[in-house]
């Protein structure tokens, strides 16, 4: 549709201008790519959003970098494009292959700079455990912290709340949708052990 052809120029802008970073950002010191997390967090603390371009382009330009260093990868144009739609609210559909878990870490990277926790939701526990700890060494190295949410007969209320108060939680559907029910159930608001919900990503909607 017309709406979807606008949006996507729009996105590619955006991925141009990341694209257009690549050499400036793997120039930079691995001090000075880590303390982008805390530049772009006070950027935001003064006013602007993460829907704003000056906290996307440099964003995502500095997790990209960050994946390189950290895993040898680096997400390609259609990642970025895919990443962009995602953070925006839209369905980005990826061909087998084209990077699904890598894409995610760039949206979610992004909203967690609010410090209000991104969900990150998978289909099962096996895809959550696999894809926190294969993301996990990025985000830490950006300083982020990454939690695995997993189902109560393996966690106590303590772990999960300790897995939902990090920047970035990893979790299946299914479990974060009883935790919901959980905590509207408890006597004291203390017990819950969600807490506020701000931004989630959704991995293979079309499976849940």
């Known amino acids: ?18 694209v257009a970073m690549t050499s400036a950002y793997s120039k930079m010191s691995d001090d000075e790519l880590k ?17 704003d371009e000056d906290i996307i382009v440099p964003a995502f330009a500095t997790i990209r970098e960050a994946a ?27 061909k087998t292959g084209e990077g ?12 967690a700079l609010e410090g209000k926790g991104v969900h990150v939701i ?22 982020l912290t990454v939690g695995v949410n997993l189902n109560s007969l393996t966690m106590n209320p303590e772990q999960k709340r300790e897995a939902y108060n990090c920047d970035i939680t990893y979790t299946t559907n299914s ?8 905590d509207n159930m408890v006597i004291r608001p203390e017990d819950r052990v969600q807490r506020g919900l701000n931004y989630v990503i959704l991995d293979e909607i079309d499976s849940m």
């Open 175 to 182: 479990e974060a949708g009883f935790d919901y029910l959980r």
């Open 122 to 143: 998978t289909v099962n526990e096996y895809l959550t455990q696999r894809n926190a700890e294969w993301m996990r060494p990025i985000y830490e190295y950006l300083g």
């Open 1 to 18: 549709s017309y709406t979807e052809y606008k949006e996507l120029k729009r996105f590619r802008k955006i991925a141009d201008k990341i």
């Open 68 to 94: 390189w260093r950290e895993i040898g990868e680096k997400p390609f144009y259609v990642q970025l494009l895919g990443g962009l739609a995602i953070h925006f609210g839209n369905i980005a559909e990826l």
């Open 100 to 111: 699904k878990t890598l894409t995610t870490i760039l949206p979610a990277y992004l909203n």
């Open 35 to 51: 303390h982008m997390t805390k530049d772009l967090q006070e950027m935001i603390a003064n006013g602007k959003t993460v829907d």
